[in-house]
C-alpha cells in the first residue's frame, strides 16, 4: 500500500485539518466552503488568497482538494503518483491568476494529467510548447517526492511533446490567434489533479484504479468540481472524453447545479477516431453546441 506523501518545489503547501478550517473554508469533513468566512492564505511572494478574485477563490478550492486528496492510499498496480499542483505551483498558479478572469461562460473538463502535459507544466492540456510560447505561463518546477526514471520532470524545458495536449491547444490556437479571444468566455481544467503510474512507467487513467480507491478519488474529485464550477460561476461544461462528461454530469446533478453539461471527443492518440481529424470533429461538436462563433469574436 503506498500512503500519499507530496512535497512541494519552492512554496511548501502543508496544511493539516485545523489550519484548513484556520484558513476559513469551511467544514473540512463536508468540503463544503463557507463563502462568507474567507480569510487570507499566503502562498509565496505575489499571492493572497483572500477570496477577492475568482482566480483566488478557485486556488482556495483547488488547495483544500489537495489536503484531502493526502489522506489516500492506493496499491497495485499504482507505484508513482505526480500531483503537478504541488511541485509545479508556480505556472499553475500564473495560468491561472493571468486568465482564470471571470465573467467566463464555458469549463473544458479533462480528467486527469498526462506526463507531458500537465505534470510538466501545471497547465491542463499543458504541451509545453503552447504553455510557454502561446499562453505565455512562467514558473519554476519541482519534483515529485519519487520520480520514475523514464518519466522525469524539466518542467518548462521538457523536450517532449505531448500530443493531446498539442491537440487541443493548437486546435484553439488556429481559431483564437490570441488567449485572450479563447479565455474571453472559456476556461479549462481537470477533474483530478493526480497522474498515476505503474512500474514501467506506463500513465495510468482513474478508470483504471481499484474501484474503491477510485471512488474514493472521485468522490473528492468531484466534490471540488462543484465548489469549482460554482466559483467560475460557468453555465456550461463540455468534458473532454466520455469519462470527464460523465463525473461531471454525475456530480453536478447530485449537488443541485444547474448547469449544462456536455462532451467532445477526447484528443488523445490512444483514441483511434481521434487520430482521423480530431480537430474536424471537435469543430462540428463546439458547432452543435453553439459555442463555436464564441471562439472567433
Known sequence: MQLLVFVSGKHPLRMDTHELKRVGEGDAEKHEPDENNVCSLSL????????????????????ELNVHLRRLSFSEPVHYIYNPLEYAWEPHRCFVETYCRGGQSI???????????????????????????????????GHPPLEHPKRLIKGLACIQSEVSGARFWGFFRKLCGEPDVFFRHFFVHNLCPLMFMGTTGKNL???????????????????????????LGVTMVIGVGRVAEQRARRALSA??????????????PRNPLANKGWEAVAKAKLEELGVLSLLTM
Open 255 to 268: 449537488a443541485g447545479m444547474e448547469v449544462r453539461v456536455e462532451g467532445i471527443m477526447h484528443p488523445s
Open 107 to 141: 469549463l473544458f473538463l479533462g480528467m486527469n494529467p498526462g506526463p507531458f502535459g500537465m505534470a510538466q507544466t501545471g497547465v491542463p492540456f499543458g504541451e509545453v510548447n503552447y504553455v510557454r510560447d502561446w499562453l505565455k505561463i512562467t514558473g519554476e518546477v
Open 205 to 231: 487513467t482513474p478508470p483504471e484504479l481499484v474501484i474503491g480507491e477510485r471512488e474514493a478519488l472521485l468522490a473528492l474529485c468531484d466534490t471540488a468540481l462543484c465548489q469549482a464550477v460554482a466559483a
Open 44 to 63: 509565496g511572494p505575489g499571492l493572497m488568497l483572500d477570496g477577492s478574485t475568482v482566480a483566488s477563490r478557485f486556488l482556495h478550492v483547488e488547495l
